[in-house]
């Protein structure tokens, strides 16, 4: 019984071992111009040419968006060898978090009492911030439009190939009767009639399973053609690939721009903060400055410091400038040089301008600007050719160039 199951195998192997070979002839015989090809129709050759459009350009958008949402080639290859392996990918920081953590620990280490340690742990707190936002994103982005392109070829794409490979070997196959029954035609002898008879069997089999196969294959290739074709050329399946795969993309810019917008605004509350830490450790800096130079700083009243001081001839509130609006306060001796805010001589020609933008100062030789407020403005060599100097009531100092219109 053994020996028995042996030769059926045996003679299996020989017989696709035989067919294979016999359509290796064929393709290379028409290859070299010495056997008749069966076309097919101009809409089936389109179709086919569309199938592999789609799946070339599918792969590389599969392989760049890997590429954008995990820069690191040796990272992508370990991630696949776990999703091989059906393990859980590692959690790893990112660039950002990586920076973030650096930024804590150093602020940390300079100490959290002092203006730049407290930078540093801010700055720290928000790259971690987005550095989890960037997580959010890439997970996003692979549930929601990596796994479907990648189902797609692994599923639709892959059984299209297959079919169109049988759809090949079934034409090689019904060439090959066609040839057989031409030289059986050919042929003088008493088993003529025999030969052709079977050749003519032998090609209506043929022409059948390749109908039946051609038929397979063109329904396939227009549901992708429904995928990616076309308003005119979908008109046999119902684009539901396209709906699922325009989605797909969908979803994909969505977690996009949730991801920059999350970004921004991380950013700009950094920005603030960071406003706001130094506007307090410049302030800071000033009362310590003043009580270590006068004895009786506990009841002296600077003018700085307190705008609104009582005069002491009269004992009337007289205005002097504000803390916002001095520019020649150096804090302490490590701060860099402020920029000096003076007068402007007689001879500088002042310019009316409107505000465009809010905007707040950064540091002590700037002021705060509203939209659509007037200010006097005036151009100084020291400020380059990106500020202006301002003048708002009591308050003078510079300005962006690109928050301003000027009127005159």
Avoid at 151 to 167: A, H, S, V, Y
């Amino acid at each position: 019984m053994d020996l028995n199951l042996v030769n059926d195998k045996m003679k299996k192997f020989a017989a696709t071992a035989a067919t294979a070979l016999n359509r290796a002839v064929q393709y290379t015989e028409e290859k070299l111009g010495q056997a008749e090809k069966t076309e097919l129709d101009a809409h089936f050759e389109n179709l086919l040419q569309r199938s592999d459009k789609t799946k070339q350009w599918t792969e590389k958008l599969l392989r760049s968006s890997e590429t954008l949402l995990q820069p690191n080639p040796s990272v992508r290859v370990e991630d696949f060898f776990y999703e091989k392996m059906d393990k859980k990918k590692r959690d790893r920081y990112t660039n950002a978090e990586q920076l973030g953590q650096v930024m804590i620990d150093s602020g940390n280490d300079y100490g959290p009492g002092t203006a730049y340690g407290n930078c540093l742990i801010a700055c720290g707190q928000t790259q971690m911030k987005i550095g989890n936002a960037e997580k959010e994103f890439v997970l996003s982005a692979c549930n929601n439009f990596l796994q479907p392109l990648k189902n797609f070829l692994e599923g639709d794409m892959r059984t299209i190939q297959k079919e169109k490979k049988l759809l090949e070997n079934k034409r090689l196959d019904l060439d090959a009767c066609k040839n057989r029954l031409r030289k059986a035609k050919t042929t003088a002898g008493q088993q003529q009639d025999d030969a052709v008879a079977k050749a003519e069997a032998d090609l209506r089999v043929a022409q059948s399973e390749f109908d039946r196969q051609a038929e397979v294959t063109k329904l396939l290739l227009e549901g992708i053609s429904s995928t990616h074709g076309s308003a005119q050329t979908c008109t046999v399946v119902e684009d539901v690939f396209l709906a699922h795969h325009l989605r797909c993309l969908n979803d994909f810019i969505e977690a996009e721009m949730n991801y920059y917008a999350q970004c921004h605004q991380y950013m700009a509350d950094l920005r603030k903060q960071m406003g706001s830490l130094s506007s307090s450790s410049v302030v800071d800096c000033a009362s310590s400055t003043f009580s270590s130079t006068d004895p009786a700083s506990s009841s002296f009243h600077h003018p700085i410091l307190h705008p609104f001081t009582p005069s002491p001839a009269s004992g009337a509130q007289v205005r002097v400038p504000s803390l916002s609006s001095l520019g020649t306060f150096a804090p302490h001796p490590s701060a860099p040089p402020a920029i000096e805010v003076t007068a402007p001589s007689p001879n500088i020609e002042k310019k009316q301008a409107r505000v465009l933008y809010d905007y707040e100062a950064k540091d002590l030789t700037e002021i705060s600007l509203t939209e659509d407020e007037l200010l006097s403005v005036y151009h100084l060599p020291s400020l380059g050719v990106d500020y202006m100097m301002a003048e708002k009531g009591h308050q003078r100092g510079k300005v962006p160039l690109t928050y301003l219109q000027l009127l005159n």
